[in-house]
């Protein structure tokens, strides 16, 4: 059904809003509209596949855990589960590769971005017990200024969803396109007046958070409130859990371009059949060329199939003027079939067992360059 992409900095609070998220959709899948068609919503992430903060300290190690979280986030993609990749996915390749995989299954895409401010990420790691196994002051701090920030305008990250880390940064202006707030490292923050937003700084944005006092939302500052319905009654939140919602169930599908397309696997004795059908051909078509009175003309023979009672009955239609021999033929031969290859094993090209389909292409191919 769809992908969403969770990525933040460590310890932003993906996790936390992607449970949020997770409840927000069931309770929205709980509809008329899908009672008949059951669907799940699945969260992946490193702490369900057993992969530790200690991996992220090499980047081998760290390249093998991208792999898993890939590997299973693709395994689990259908037509009727939502997935949500809950991880920091900081590179823009990695989040590319996610995207080519929801395109190739045929499901809808969507990226939230968790926003949050570095120095925060940093004083929650250190806050964190031994037993927690918190990030190395030097890993954290290398994963921050490593983070690709996702960016609406490119297609993988497209439709982008930004959580802020308060009710403050969000807007409800009209003229906010997406019913959200920019946030810090990048992006701005939306005036409410529609003006052209404006660069702030941590120490202004701190400033504005730490005075909001009461208008801040309870599932903000305490996002493990007992309370969870709280989440979907304030505005802000509502905004965002709208924008998701449209993202998973509304957006157009993107088809599956030649670079995303599933390949086609090649059968195990297509080569062979495709040099012996192409080779009795060439034969065959000599052989009536010398029997006929005329060096031009339509060419009629029949060529016996397997397991075929009756031979096939082939045409082709020779110029005049047109010089026809073995070397000639042989080089069309050698052309046709080394396309197929290429194209075969590229997951573009014909790959038929039946006889009669590798005839009917390379007889097409030898009247088309004859």
Not at 13 to 28: N, P
Request: neutral net charge.
């Amino acid at each position: 059904m769809a992908l969403i992409i969770l990525s933040g900095y460590p310890l932003a609070g993906k996790t936390t809003r992607a449970e949020e998220i997770k409840e927000m959709l069931e309770s929205r899948l709980k509809s008329d509209e899908f009672k008949n068609t059951p669907r799940e919503v699945v969260i992946v992430n490193d702490e369900q596949l057993g992969i530790n903060r200690s991996v992220y300290n090499d980047s081998k190690s760290e390249k093998v855990s991208r792999g898993e979280l890939l590997s299973n986030t693709i395994r689990l993609l259908s037509q009727n589960r939502i997935i949500l990749c809950d991880g920091m996915n900081y590179i823009k390749g990695f989040r590319y590769q996610l995207y080519c995989a929801a395109r190739e299954a045929g499901v809808r895409n969507c990226t939230v971005h968790i926003a949050a401010i570095p120095s925060d990420c940093i004083s929650r790691n250190f806050a964190l017990p031994p037993e927690a196994n918190p990030y190395l002051q030097t890993t954290i701090e290398n994963l921050i200024s490593r983070f690709e920030e996702p960016n609406g305008s490119a297609r993988w990250d497209s439709p982008l969803v930004v959580f802020p880390w308060c009710d403050s940064l969000v807007s409800n202006s009209t003229g906010d396109a997406k019913g959200l707030a920019g946030k810090l490292e990048g992006l701005r923050v939306v005036e409410q007046s529609g003006a052209s937003p404006k660069e702030i700084t941590d120490d202004e944005v701190c400033e504005a958070v730490s005075s909001t006092g009461p208008d801040v939302p309870e599932c903000f500052s305490n996002p493990t409130s007992q309370n969870p319905q709280d989440t979907l009654t304030t505005k802000p939140w509502s905004s965002i859990a709208n924008d998701i919602w449209t993202a998973v169930t509304q957006n157009n599908l993107k088809p599956a371009t030649a670079a995303v397309k599933v390949a086609t696997r090649t059968s195990t004795n297509f080569l062979h059949l495709l040099e012996s059908t192409t080779s009795t051909i060439i034969s065959e078509v000599l052989s009536n060329l010398n029997q006929s009175p005329n060096s031009y003309g339509t060419l009629t023979f029949p060529i016996q199939l397997a397991h075929h009672s009756k031979p096939k009955i082939i045409k082709i239609k020779i110029p005049m003027g047109k010089t026809i021999n073995m070397s000639a033929l042989q080089r069309l031969r050698r052309q046709y079939t080394t396309l197929q290859k290429q194209a075969g094993f590229a997951g573009r090209g014909h790959t038929d067992t039946q006889v009669e389909e590798i005839i009917d292409g390379f007889v097409q191919y030898l009247q088309g360059t004859l």
